[in-house]
């Protein structure tokens, strides 16, 4: 490979202060993401997948390792980078319209084009006629759209996504999820996205990364060798499920891995998987 | 409600329907259309069982103009003194008292709030002084104002001032502590500087709370003017009550009283105002 990679993470480690004392929450974790590559993080709650995105993001001060998006050693939030919270962490103050512009609010250009961009991406999501609307007037759903509106609306290079379809039903994930692929594949960007659904991950993905529980460490990272443009039909092929099938079996592995430490149970968990 | 399912349907079908379509608009009875809503019409219905209560009782329980007077004689007592012009001065006198010392305590309260809520320096310094004045039965100290700054308007204003500042300058405090911390990561991941996340933040969110604080003052600085005015004025509502108690004129006493508990109607009524027009995405809840 000739091309640097986009992100960057080497032997990153991190550590939190609580109030019973220091909590090891990521341990050892490098890997790279391309250009335009779409990298889904999968792991069990707690494991720290908000932690690292966070981290790419700069939100959080690193404690050893280092993360480089573009080159650039990450210490702060930067414009090349877009957030999608895990909760829908929208200003209740503030409408629809206004809670896409926030990101724009903090960058030069007359507010005409920015409101301009603020209404073309609430339309992208599907929420045109509800610009005006106030949180609280919104479902779930509705809200977990502006705050996906609210990262697209500055065009970062790199999008995190810490689970922003989790709140969603079935069949408006699916609708997003194209919508996702879309964006993604027309506006070349690199995203990286948290999810506790397999079959997200392996539907949106290039690569799936399978992290442990806490401390985080990469597990596995598995390659989607799937065609793409993919469609929702896909979901429903053999090959499909097989590989539904195979981060699964990376997942369990890994607990019972731990068991086996205990107890000599790893035969058992395979076979019983089988 | 309806179905939430409709709500979170997919953009497809979200994108034709747009504005959801307004309430149907039942016929209101004409009361309404002269501003006499249903809850201000059971305000209305409770007020006059209230008086005529105290009609009844005066006239028929109570015997003496001594000790407790009907209503409609405090009214005549209030035409009588605005005649006189009296009433007009004594209430003047303390709504002075009272707006200056409230402009003040907001003045000074809500930018101390706000840098206790911000600065751990400044709250290491300041908490202790906050807690101790907060829990302290200023009004107390009222006589010791007088002494210092005279009978006149200056002493009162201290006072309402003393008694209104804490709450204005704990509930400003409270409210910026009780910023949600995604929405300041929010706004950091989009690069805005510190003066940005204060001014698009911490202060929207806390601005409820700062509401609340005047709400409380403007309830302590009514008592603070009575009471300041009873140690020593020459005029004010407090001095109507003192001197209409010593010589037991009922009629002016509950006339002062009325006054100022009007006063405090008006003044949580302009408060609650206020916070509609600076945070109209609130709405009522429902429990
Ligand atoms: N602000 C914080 N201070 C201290 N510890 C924290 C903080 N935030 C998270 N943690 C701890 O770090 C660990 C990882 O948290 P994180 O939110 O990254 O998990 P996650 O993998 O995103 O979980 P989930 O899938 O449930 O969202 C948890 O054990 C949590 O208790
Ligand atoms: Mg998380």
Redesign the pocket.
């Given at each position: 490979m000739t091309t640097p990679p986009m992100v960057s993470i080497r032997d990153f480690r991190l550590v939190?202060?609580?109030r019973g004392g220091t909590?090891l929450?990521?341990d050892d974790v490098s890997f790279d993401v391309a250009d335009r590559e779409f990298v889904a993080i999968v792991?069990?709650?707690?494991?720290?997948?908000?932690?690292?995105?966070?981290s790419i993001d700069g939100l959080?001060p690193r404690t050893s390792g280092e993360i480089a998006v573009n080159g650039t050693v990450v210490d702060r939030p930067g414009p090349d980078r877009g957030f999608v919270f895990?909760m829908d962490s929208l200003f209740p103050w503030r409408t629809v319209l206004a809670n896409i512009r926030l990101g724009l609010e903090a960058r030069s250009g007359d507010r005409a084009t920015k409101n301009r961009t603020a209404r073309d991406l609430a339309a992208l999501v599907g929420l045109q006629g509800f610009e005006d609307h106030y949180p609280h007037q919104l479902s779930g759903g509705m809200r977990q759209r502006v705050n996906v509106a609210r990262a697209l609306a500055v065009d970062p290079q790199v999008l995190l996504m810490?689970?922003p379809f989790s709140s969603l039903d079935a069949q408006t994930r699916e609708v997003l999820q194209e919508e996702l692929l879309r964006i993604w594949s027309e506006r070349s960007k690199t995203v990286i996205f948290?999810t506790?659904q397999i079959d997200e991950a392996a539907y949106l993905a290039d690569r799936v990364i399978v992290?442990s529980a806490?401390p985080?460490r990469v597990r596995a990272s598995i390659p989607i060798e799937l065609p793409r443009p993919r469609t929702l039909e896909l979901k429903r092929t053999p090959e499909f499920i097989a590989i539904v099938d195979r981060i699964w079996q990376e997942i369990e592995l890994n607990d019972s891995g731990r068991a086996a430490r205990d107890a000599d149970e790893t035969q058992e968990a395979r076979v019983n998987h089988a | 409600m309806t179905d939430a399912r409709t709500d979170v349907a997919s953009p497809r079908l979200a994108g034709g329907r747009g504005e959801p379509s307004p309430p149907v608009r039942a016929r209101k009875p004409w009361w309404h259309r002269i501003g006499l809503t249903t809850s201000r019409r059971r305000a209305l219905i409770s007020l006059l069982i209230g008086v005529a209560i105290w009609e009844f009782v005066a006239r028929v329980l109570v015997d003496g103009s001594l000790f407790f007077v009907p209503l409609t004689d405090v009214v005549r007592a209030g035409y009588d003194l605005t005649l006189t012009g009296e009433l007009q001065h004594h209430a003047w006198v303390s709504f002075q008292e009272f707006f200056y010392g409230l402009l003040l305590a907001v003045l000074v309260g809500v930018p101390l709030g706000m840098a206790v809520g911000i600065s751990t320096r400044v709250r290491d310094y300041v908490q202790p002084w906050i807690s101790g004045f907060y829990s302290t039965p200023l009004i107390a100290l009222a006589p010791l104002f007088i002494l210092w700054l005279g009978i006149g308007i200056v002493s009162k204003v201290a006072v309402v001032f003393a008694m209104a500042l804490f709450p204005i300058t704990i509930n400003t405090t409270a409210g910026i502590k009780n910023t949600d911390?995604d929405l300041i990561d929010v706004a950091r991941a989009f690069g805005y500087s510190r003066t940005d996340i204060f001014r698009k933040v911490l202060l929207p969110s806390a601005l409820s709370f700062i509401v609340t604080g005047f709400r409380l003052a403007v309830g302590r600085g009514i008592v603070a003017v009575v009471v300041a005015e009873f140690f020593g004025s020459r005029g004010g509502l407090g001095y109507l009550i003192l001197v209409s108690s010593q010589s037991f004129a009922m009629d002016r006493l509950l006339l002062a009283v009325l006054l100022l508990a009007f006063t405090g109607v008006i003044g949580i009524g302009l408060v609650g105002r206020l916070e509609r027009r600076l945070a109209p995405w609130r709405e009522d809840m429902t429990v």
């Open positions: 939190r202060q609580t909590l929450v990521l792991g069990p709650s707690g494991c720290g997948k908000t932690t690292l995105l966070k959080i895990q810490d689970e948290v506790h992290l806490r985080g | 911390q």
